[in-house]
């Protein structure tokens, strides 16, 4: 289940985080990119991995989960222009999950939002280039904001031991912080914003770690003040996301995907107003109903797959009806499992037929998330 | 000098190129990202690749060289919106290399453009996401063109003798191709144009194949007609595009540089048309002169040096003056050498500090190209 292993070439335009040099010190083995910077993802041990997030805690290099940092007197207009969820009652310190679509509704990242101040908002994104876009809208539409990259990188400490661990390190004030609020604080000398949030369903925190030079000071801290419950380097787990059913932007998707093909329907509000981006086309998508929708698949046979770039062609009684945009071996289900992005007349309980390697694979669909 | 080797974990984020089998046939040791796609950037003898581009000719997977395809009435005006270098003597058939600029002028990328029809535009794009950018100038401005994606993937043959392998395919019209000029041809049914384009300066052209489920057969209708000439697997080479003075896009540019800065002023219209997205800013910049220009450096010393992440501080006097955006061991000058995004104060001649790896070492600035 290894990938295989290749150089990356060192270059300028992928740059290596705040955290790189401890996670070399911890014994990264693999990599992928993500937001013109390496991510780390496996350290070597993946089903190791694997069960400290589920049973303990784990921290995380996700530095490449950067900041599209909104500031001027219009920083709140553009944040609601670019995302058809209604952002009326976020508060100060309050984090939300938005989908942010193009004209034609189509998704274009799902970021948190952090709104830290009335004329001050981050999007916390994933891998996709939203500087260009927020500031192609902000300009084409004369806003007074600036959009920028602020010098924060996010270290993740995730699993159920989570919040003790951090609430070691910052105070038992953190146990308190509700989903996606956050708070600014320091350790150490070192600014920190610590949120509830983290990209599994294990429970968790994300530190923001506001000065780059500090990373490995950081990351020691909290390898430190995890060693009672057991810490060590973990990353985003591809099985636990999978299990979970978290959408992950530019993999489940392509590029005609809207939010409710994908169960992001919940955050959207269409009526929240008339000049956001996209929101007559997402309208008229609502209104026709859309004709994908995403579903698990798990798969037949007891062989554990092995990763993959492509999307697997899925048929249905010899139809092409929709593809397979993940697979993973799940450790607790003892199944290949994955999302499919398929034909709304396919539905939970069918049997499916999955187009891998050459090969066709039985699998059953079901409702999302397998866990 | 070769990186060290991690894994690169596979996923759908990252999409593998139509000619990636064919390059793990060949012996590909090492990949990067780029518009998120595997490139791959060594096939384990970096110093026999160097000189067969210099000597001989190399058939190179750049399929992530990806293309914003603007079709509509609209889309000439949408090329010139997006440009400041004036599109309007360009000619079917014809190529331009052009700088994007933000509305603040700063560089977003810098495509070969290619007019295919009146109203039938690819820009053969560098590492930044443009289709995000073109969709929201578009939108924004009410404008009738549609931007998409083609399946379209470069293949590039380099070097002196890539013309007589390309004429031994195509035939002899090929060497009759000015420079970036472009025509459609098919072989063995397998659609292509063929351009006189890549991204060296030792010659040759770029095989845009049209389907990308046919990407083995052209690599290997490519290697059977090169046999003759030596032909063998290779990619943009480090060495030879920092000799050459080629600049890369988001690896040699930062989050404020101008065309001016990095010695594209000469691709820069600024009487063109002032809705031109960043014109204005253009030419303010132009007005008070830019603050910062590209030059060489030659560094000190004999040790080859290792490619690296990062970017360098260059100092002179002790004073802080500019980066060194790159460094590679140049075969043929027998030195390290690299650009510096450095202070118009500094002139080529004078001798600077480059702190790299926790030393200083000596360099001497010069003009570029290096050869």
Partial sequence: MESPVFGITPSARLRPSPFYEATLAEGVTAFTTYNHMLMPTSYGYPEEEYWRLLKGVSQWDV????????????????????????????????????????????????????????????????????????????????????????????????????????????????????????????????????????WSKQGGFELYLMDGTRGAELWNIVKEAGKGWGIGPGNPSFCERVESGLLSYGGDTDEATNPFEVRLGKYVDLQVSDDVIGIEALRRVQAAGPRRHQLGVVLDGEEPTRLGFNWHPIASNGQRVGALTNCVWSYRLKKNIGFALISTSCVAGERVEVLKDGDATGGTLQELPFL
């Fill in 63 to 198: 530095a490449c989960e950067r900041q599209v940092q909104l500031k001027g007197p219009d920083a709140g207009r553009l944040a609601q222009l670019l995302s058809p969820r209604d952002l009326n009652n976020c508060r100060v310190g309050q984090g939300k999950y938005v989908p942010l679509c193009n004209h034609a509704g189509v998704l274009i990242n799902d970021p948190i939002l952090l709104k830290r101040d009335d004329d001050l908002y981050w999007l916390s994104i994933a891998d996709s280039n939203i500087w260009f876009w927020a500031r192609a809208i902000a300009a084409e539409r004369g806003l007074k904001v600036e959009v920028s990259e602020p010098d924060v990188s996010p270290l993740a400490v995730q699993g159920p031991k989570a919040e003790d661990v951090v609430a070691s390190i910052f105070g038992e004030w953190v146990r308190g912080l509700k989903y996606f609020w956050f708070r600014d604080t320091e350790i150490e000398g070192i600014p920190v914003t610590v949120a509830r949030s983290g």
